[in-house]
């Protein structure tokens, strides 16, 4: 069974880091593609980065671009995304989602599975 598990949320002030993790069991990276997404409340839940299990590309939403870094580890079967520079506005339920092994995108409607989520919060 594929399963994905979030860990790493929490509280930080802005300006601070964080580093999310995405254990995944049950596939290998190869099979799918690797995405981050978050949703504040009373918001749709958006794309903020993904990497490709082939070659490692990675692609950002605007809004993230340059603050973020999302990575993989093959050995412990992990994606990480490294927030650096939080804002307020980074706030929300942190989600990682397997995708297409061929897309590279951060469209939800491509998402096969998704993780429990983790919550971040950033106070201003």
């Known amino acids: 069974e594929v399963q994905l598990v979030e860990s790493g949320g929490g509280l930080v002030q802005a300006g601070g880091s964080l580093r999310l993790s995405c254990a995944a069991s049950?596939?290998?990276?190869?099979?799918?593609?690797i995405g981050w997404f978050r949703q504040a409340p009373g918001k749709e839940r958006e794309g903020v980065s993904c990497?490709?299990?082939?070659?490692?590309?990675?692609y950002y939403a605007d809004s993230v671009r340059g603050r973020f870094t999302i990575s993989y580890d093959n050995a412990k079967n992990t994606v990480y995304l490294q927030m650096n520079a939080l804002k307020a506005e980074d706030t929300a339920v942190y989600y990682c989602?397997?995708?297409?092994?061929?897309?590279?995108?951060?469209?939800?409607?491509?998402?096969?599975?998704w993780g429990q989520g983790t919550q971040v919060t950033v106070s201003s």
């Open positions: 990497i490709s299990s082939s070659d490692g590309s990675t």
């Open positions: 049950g596939f290998t990276f190869g099979d799918y593609n």
């Open positions: 989602a397997t995708l297409p092994g061929l897309l590279i995108t951060l469209a939800t409607r491509w998402v096969s599975r």
